[in-house]
Nanobody, 118 residues
Framework: QVQLVESGGGLVQAGGSLRLSCAASRSIFSINRMGWYRQVPEKQRELVATITSGGVTNYADSVKGRFTISRDNAENTVYLQMNSLKPEDTATYYC????????????WGKGTLVTVSS
């Protein structure tokens, strides 16, 4: 089991940057996949970016070239650097961890709100 706590959300103007952090309650060294999803009201949660224990990354097409996911195993933290933010990036961002991916149980944080003003 792992608890996840997100931070770093807030209000930013279009074109600006934010860095989200996800602190895990235990070592993330062996967690196979971690990442970020986002959700707006009345829509399904959607993948933003993931990173495996081996450092392989995957991004939604809508954020490629603007967002960068990274993980710091020493700090048990996953980051999402978001640049060139757009109003359509406004959402609650959730951290995700699946220690035994593929398959297994996914764990989620409570989310952090990102609002991008035009």
């Amino acid at each position: 089991q792992v608890q996840l706590v997100e931070s770093g959300g807030g209000l930013v103007q279009a074109g600006g940057s934010l860095r989200l952090s996800c602190a895990a309650s235990r070592s993330i060294f062996s967690i196979n996949r971690m990442g970020w999803y986002r959700q707006v009201p009345e829509k399904q949660r959607e993948l933003v970016a993931t990173i495996t224990s081996g450092g392989v990354t995957n991004y939604a097409d809508s954020v490629k070239g603007r967002f960068t996911i990274s993980r710091d195993n020493a700090e048990n933290t996953v980051y999402l650097q978001m640049n060139s933010l757009k109003p359509e990036d406004t959402a609650t961002y959730y951290c995700y961890a699946n220690p035994t991916w593929p398959g297994g149980i996914a764990y989620w944080g409570k989310g952090t709100l990102v609002t991008v003003s035009s």
